[in-house]
């Protein structure tokens, strides 16, 4: 998040036939999520607009104001949570006005309400509060999970974890280099914290010593959380090696928490149990 509280407001001249109520954009949106929200106000009338006020519902954490010039606002707060903001601008009859801000949506699916009150110069407010359908209707924001979306992201991971034990069986540290965010903890029989401990304290000894190496990730679930740029997998994991004179052979259960990065999925965590695998006789 940024470090500066911004504000900002575009103007706008549009006809007379495109007049409108204020208005939040997007209608539609996800649980979970950072989104970048419009406010978007017309002078309907033939008094000049001199403010509009935008409550924020519960759920709802403002996380930045854009600013752009010729415009002030003032916020009302809840402890350290930004219940309303109030934008300052003449904005003359037939002319709008859009405002932006950032913020994070409620984590489950529903509406944000939005309630908008609309000033003017000859001192009348009028208020957008209105269930829809209303003379003077509030904003509404759809929050959907897509799941459609959702699934795919959960198929790109399974995806992803079967080029981590393709690069595995490879014995590739570079390869795998790539699945590890830096910061990676890792909990398997030890801890090991960040990425270049576990591969010189851990994985890259155990690879050098493996012969004959058979690794696999199976039965794997994944879950994305909300937002759709974090996830966790589990899955039941074997592994087969000859160790100098000693034979591996074992299974376990593992649960991986997943980041998205620029660069793909990182692994953020992961916590491994297991126990001689138990083979039929």
């Not at 106000?41 to 759920?59: F, H, K, M, N």
Request: net charge neutral; aromatic share 8%; hydrophobic share 35%.
């Amino acid at each position: 998040m940024k470090s500066t509280i911004a504000l900002a407001a575009t103007l706008i001249v549009v006809p007379s036939l495109a007049l409108a109520h204020v208005g939040v954009r997007p209608r539609e949106s996800k649980p979970g999520v950072e989104e970048r929200y419009t406010v978007r106000v017309p002078t309907e009338g033939a008094v000049t607009t001199t403010s509009v006020r935008l409550e924020i519902p519960d759920g709802v954490t403002v996380l930045e104001i854009e600013r752009y010039p010729g415009e002030t606002f003032e916020t009302q707060k809840k402890g350290d949570r930004i219940v309303a903001i109030t934008w300052k601008k003449d904005i003359k009859p037939k002319e709008t006005a859009e405002f932006f801000f950032r913020a994070r949506n409620p984590g489950s699916e529903g509406e944000i309400a939005w309630k908008a009150h609309q000033h003017f110069a000859d001192g009348t407010v009028t208020d957008w509060v209105e269930p829809a359908g209303g003379k003077r209707p509030g904003p509404v924001t759809k929050l959907t999970a897509a799941a459609g979306q959702a699934a795919s992201d959960a198929a790109s991971v399974e995806s992803w974890l079967r080029g981590y034990d393709a690069a595995f069986m490879a014995r590739d540290l570079a390869k795998l280099a790539v699945f590890y965010h830096p910061d990676v903890t890792i909990y398997d029989g030890g801890v090991n914290n960040g990425w270049a401990d576990y591969r010189d304290n851990h994985l890259g000894p155990e690879l050098k010593a493996f012969q004959d190496l058979q690794f696999a990730h199976s039965n794997t679930k994944v879950t994305m959380l909300p937002g759709g740029e974090s996830a966790y997998a589990t899955s039941r994991c074997t592994i087969k090696a000859k160790m100098g004179d000693r034979m591996l052979d074992s299974e376990g259960l593992e649960t991986l928490l997943l980041v998205k990065s620029p660069e793909g999925w990182k692994i953020r965590h992961s916590h491994t149990s297991s126990r001689p695998a138990r083979r039929p006789q």
